[in-house]
């Protein structure tokens, strides 16, 4: 029996999408499947070490890992017209923006690069990304990067939008998905394994897409507040079509996020992009 542990956020997308594997209700033959759970910015750092079999990164990190792991076809999340919102406690004009300081959710998340991309003179400081929205209420920072649920509470919370990233850049690319994060497998474990593995992750996916109901019921776990309806809304956002499997307009949407930022000297190359 081969141990393989998978990491990723403890968010109710992630929970949806490793429904089957957590509650064993598909054949994994020879391997066993462990949960890790951590922040996305945690997971980052923790695979510049290769401490895990499998693990969510951030698009953005995966150009600095992919020595180390290859990038999964499936597991992604895509922010198809949507993505991390920039949020204030008071209206703020765009030409002002110069003159505040951002939260961000991490130097290596994908929210982060993004920002970068859509305007990279904002001055940002790290703060963990459940602590963002109270930052900015509290007026320790000017403004915040949200991910996770936050994108569907901003506004019941009572912020102001600066801008949705995913829009900006769908109108930027002609309605290409944002890509946020992805799954990754180790490249030591060798090719008959990484391709296994990667197969029974996609059979979790679409596993967990075929019986919605139960998915969701466990995922709610993870929902940090969310009513079943908003996490219902969630999880449709990040475990779709996209999810199991990128297709050319994901892989197109990867490669393009990368070689902008890599034309811009945000990262140091572009990656191998395996889709395994």
Known sequence: MT????????????????????????????????????DIETLNREAFEGTYEVTAVSIHAYAHLDDRYALLGSGASMGDGYGPV???????????LGQLTVAIPGTLTSAALALKLWNPALE???????????????????????????????????????????????EMTDGLPLPLGGNVVRRDLGESTVREVSALLKEAIEYSLAH????????????RGLDRSKADRFV?????????????????????FLEMAHERQLIPRVPRLDFV
């Open 3 to 38: 141990l393989i542990r998978v990491a990723h956020s403890p968010d109710s997308d992630d929970a949806f999408m490793f429904y089957a594997l957590a509650h064993e209700l598909i054949d994994t033959g020879d391997y066993r499947f462990e949960h890790v759970l951590d």
């Open 86 to 96: 920039l949020i204030t406690r008071e209206p703020v004009p765009i030409e002002d």
């Open 124 to 170: 940002t400081t790290v703060r963990p990304f459940d602590r963002i929205m109270p930052a900015v209420q509290s007026g320790e920072v000017d403004a915040g990067v949200v991910i996770h649920e936050g994108q569907l509470t901003w506004d019941d919370e009572g912020f102001f939008k600066v801008v949705d990233l995913g829009e900006w850049w769908a």
């Open 212 to 223: 919605r109901e139960q998915a969701l019921d466990y995922a709610l776990d993870y929902g």
């Open 236 to 256: 449709g956002m990040y475990v779709n079509d996209l999810t199991v499997d990128y297709g050319e307009r994901g892989r197109e949407a990867v490669r393009r």
